[in-house]
């Protein structure tokens, strides 16, 4: 049996993803963290543009 997901659960996990206690991590891994983090919203952003771009095309294939 295949699981649906909900909605709101699917909405909460992205950010859910990203918390941790920060109180034990070093400078360095702090700043590493946010490295990361910089990286991954380039690339999210990166796949957004691409499924707008992908959207604005089925639309107008549709609305022709």
């Known amino acids: ?3 649906m ?3 709101d659960e699917a909405q909460r ?3 859910e993803a990203f918390k941790q206690d920060l109180t034990a991590l070093s400078i360095d891994e702090l700043q ?3 490295t990361a983090l910089e990286e991954e919203i380039v ?3 990166t796949e957004l543009e691409v499924k707008r ?3 604005q ?3 107008a294939i ?3």
């Open 1 to 3: 049996k295949e699981a």
């Open 53 to 55: 771009a992908h959207e």
């Open 32 to 34: 590493a963290r946010i």
């Open 5 to 7: 997901m909900d909605w």
């Open 43 to 45: 690339r999210v952003r």
């Open 57 to 59: 095309a089925a639309s």
């Open 62 to 64: 549709f609305k022709s």
């Open 13 to 15: 996990r992205p950010v």
